[in-house]
């Protein structure tokens, strides 16, 4: 079993940066691909990006490469996204998700926290 809280959301202007953290209980944390999702107002909860086990592949939707990255650390069971050049649009709650394979499919992911908000200003 593994428990994850996301941390880190809040209200940041357009152009700015944040950096959310996902910490997970459980020893088997470092055998989990580890996902980030988002649902914004209204919408689907989408794919944002994932990283294999190891942090050794790493998968980016379209809407975000090149502006968002993901990282983790095993010996401190947590994964992190960093947002850069945040635009209005990405106003959303985000999600991070542990799973067995890395997939782009909410289904494919077991394991969900609960939630951070981050708010884009223009």
């Known amino acids: 079993q593994v428990q994850l809280v996301e941390s880190g959301g809040g209200l940041v202007q357009a152009g700015g940066s944040l950096r959310l953290s996902c910490a997970a209980s459980g020893r088997t944390f470092s055998s989990y691909a580890m996902g980030w999702f988002r649902q914004g107002p209204g919408k689907e909860r989408e794919f944002v990006g994932d990283?294999?086990?190891?942090?050794?592949?790493?998968d980016y939707a379209d809407s975000v490469k090149g502006r968002f990255t993901i990282s983790r650390d095993n010996a401190k069971n947590t994964v992190f996204l960093q947002m850069n050049s945040l635009k209005p649009e990405v106003t959303a709650v985000y999600y991070c998700a542990g799973g067995v394979f890395l997939s782009r499919l909410r289904e494919q992911y077991t394991y969900w926290g609960q939630g951070t908000q981050v708010t884009v200003s223009s």
């Open positions: 990283i294999s086990w190891n942090g050794g592949s790493t």
